[in-house]
């Protein structure tokens, strides 16, 4: 039973029918505790059979671990989009309902090896030279979503210093709850730096330089050490009232 119905098809074939380069979308896979893996799995291959240019790889994250290990997948399912190379772009849980757009974007971006972003922000991530890790808590009902997906992407693939995870809130709750996220979008850098709901591309890389300073660093994560606390202390009153198997 296909995934994508016949107008969806059509639309994406559309969108791909220009991908000037190859684009590889790399799927990884485990056969316990994964509820939307043979899902994820038959979308991305639903997708790559709508362009010449596209070709999927599926691993298994216990057993190929060594590909899970270079790509720093440590949760699946997941997605990778590459190029030539590795841009750092990372889907963890299935990228459906608003984030199936995110997904076609991602490929129509690697695609034509380049990031979209404005001159200025160019030239602003230029100066990281530091090593970044952007995770953007989504659910697929949420239209606001894409939205901070993409421009996390975008700064992947415009900064070699940059990864950026879509992280499927309802699939990964452990995470979604160690790092507070009670609506979404949130976006969380370098575990310190918080961003609630979609914002403009020149917010989003104003928070982004912050971690070219080290005294905005500190300041952002005394913030969240504060914020880790109250939420700790939270969950302690919470699993104290009768959570006994927890």
Excluded at 55 to 80: F, H, L, Q, S
Excluded at 129 to 157: E, G, K, N, S
Excluded at 196 to 205: D, L, Q
């Amino acid at each position: 039973m296909a995934l994508l119905d016949a107008h969806t098809r059509e639309e994406v074939r559309r969108l791909l029918m220009d991908l000037k380069n190859p684009v590889r979308l790399l799927v990884f896979i485990q056969h316990i505790d994964c509820v939307y893996c043979r899902e994820t799995r038959q979308l991305i291959e639903e997708v790559a059979s709508l362009s010449d240019q596209i070709t999927v790889e599926v691993y298994n994250r216990i057993t190929d671990r060594e590909v899970a290990e270079r790509y720093g997948i440590d949760k699946a399912p997941a997605v990778v989009i590459e190029g030539d190379q590795d841009y750092g772009i990372r889907y963890f849980g299935i990228p459906s309902g608003y984030e199936f757009g995110s997904l076609i974007e991602d490929i129509r971006m690697v695609g034509a090896r380049d990031s979209g972003l404005s001159p200025s922000s160019r030239k602003r991530l230029a100066q990281i030279q530091t090593p970044v890790h952007i995770q953007v808590f989504v659910t697929p009902t949420c239209p606001y979503c894409p939205r901070m997906v993409r421009l996390a992407h975008q700064a992947a693939m415009e900064s070699p210093w940059i990864r950026a995870d879509m992280v499927e809130a309802m699939e990964f709750p452990e995470l979604a709850d160690y790092y507070g996220v009670y609506g979404v979008p949130r976006t969380v850098i370098n575990e310190v730096i918080h961003i609630e709901g979609a914002v403009p591309e020149g917010y989003f890389i104003n928070e982004l330089m912050k971690v070219t300073d080290p005294e905005a660093m500190a300041r952002a994560r005394a913030a969240w050490e504060h914020t880790r606390h109250a939420l700790a202390g939270a969950h302690a009153h919470h699993h104290h009232h009768g959570d006994e198997e927890e």
